[in-house]
């Protein structure tokens, strides 16, 4: 029934066209568990797909004798030369691994260097299974929010000690989608740099932002030794389910990640270092789907602030948004509509805030029509 759910609205999609960028009609995101499932705005999902370059990339390497029967030291050696090019950094900074959430697994052992008192530093509502996995290694402390919301450095850092690990941010956060502008990332580096402590910066959404407060995590890497960068081609490249992450770090840094993560062959695959290095050449695709996705979110904001609602940051590709009822009542009932979004009650404790990704413009509509058929709020 939902496949033809998904047919008829695949018919009825016209293509989007942003000046000569024309995005195609992105497939139905589907669940093989989840069968009733429609819309996938659950993830933070890229819905415009990748790079045609992407396809070029692999379909080149898989043309060459022997591209998949050896091991993928040599296409993720190249993808690292490329990251180095790109951010204008040292080779020898940079790590590949199959995603951020391997790196983000990998801290707490990387970094707890044997010392059973040890903790590490974040901020309520973000990182929920990295917290709960971390905690298995170390204590975890979460410095509370602003009443906006926003990330509080003062809070963070009254939480840091000598027994203090590492402090993790991204950066835009997530879920909450603000920016941490420089002037105040910027003091809060020096303060930690001064005291011995490493500070992880998480820019999955960095490519979305165009703001000139901020700066990405490499950017800052590059002049603090204790910060670790970590970025990944899951969101604004469109490539989550091919698996590529990136620190970039001291040598020292990256070497402990990459022990704690126990690889001694390369661990994301030949295919996907291509696709990763397919999609960093292709700049204009970033761009025009970085434009598109911002003018989607700002859409989608006006919708639901329309609707009624108040929400939180919109900085990158979702939204953090209030709900008047329980966020859980609110998740069913689109669930029921074939619409995934994320509840934060389970994950965060926060039984009236759920994440929601932006979609394509017509999915957008699609879930603000649902929101309004079914009359909640
Ligand atoms: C802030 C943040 N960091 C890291 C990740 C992990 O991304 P991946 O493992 O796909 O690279 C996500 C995914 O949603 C994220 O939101």
Not at 62 to 82: E, T
Not at 110 to 120: G, L, R, S, V
Request: hydrophobic letters at 45%; one cysteine or more; a neutral charge.
């Amino acid at each position: 029934m939902y496949k033809l759910f998904c047919t008829i609205l695949l018919i009825s999609l016209p293509a989007k066209t942003y000046g000569e960028f024309e995005f195609k009609n992105p497939d139905c995101h589907t669940q093989a568990d989840v069968a009733d499932v429609t819309l996938r705005l659950n993830l933070n999902e890229n819905p415009f797909g990748h790079s045609p370059l992407v396809n070029v990339a692999i379909a080149e390497a898989l043309d060459r004798v022997g591209f998949s029967s050896v091991y993928a030291d040599a296409p993720v050696a190249a993808l690292q030369q490329d990251l180095a090019a790109h951010f204008r950094i040292d080779v020898k900074n940079i790590l590949i691994t199959p995603g951020s959430t391997e790196i983000l697994t990998a801290l707490p052992e990387a970094f707890a260097k044997e010392n059973p008192n040890a903790n590490f530093v974040t901020h309520k509502l973000a990182y929920s299974e990295f917290k709960s996995q971390g905690k298995k290694v170390l204590a975890v402390r979460e410095a509370e929010l602003n009443l906006d919301l926003r990330v509080n450095l003062d809070n963070i850092a009254k939480l840091v000690d000598s027994n203090t690990a590492f402090v993790i941010l991204a950066n835009p956060t997530n879920p909450t989608g603000h920016v941490i502008p420089d002037q105040l990332l910027r003091p809060f580096l020096i303060k930690m740099r001064d005291r011995g402590v490493h500070v992880v910066l998480d820019g999955a959404y960095q490519e979305y932002i165009s703001d000139s407060s901020y700066r990405a995590p490499y950017e800052y890497q590059r002049e603090f030794a204790n910060v670790i960068a970590i970025g990944t081609f899951s969101k604004a490249y469109g490539l989550a389910g091919l698996r590529v992450g990136y620190t970039i770090g001291g040598t020292a840094e990256t070497k402990a990640i990459k022990k704690a993560i126990g690889a001694s062959i390369p661990s994301t695959s030949a295919l996907s270092a291509v696709a990763a290095a397919g999609a960093l050449r292709d700049a204009p695709w970033l761009l025009r789907n970085v434009i598109a996705t911002r003018a989607n979110v700002a859409d989608l904001h006006s919708g639901l602030r329309g609707l009624g609602f108040e929400t939180y940051g919109h900085d990158t590709s979702f939204i953090l948004v209030r709900t008047a009822i329980p966020a859980k009542q609110f998740t069913d009932a689109l669930h029921g509509k074939g619409i995934l979004i994320h509840d934060m009650t389970a994950t965060y404790d926060s039984p009236h805030l759920v994440r929601i990704t932006s979609g394509t413009l017509e999915q957008n509509k699609i879930l603000l029509a649902a929101i309004k058929t079914l009359g909640i709020r």
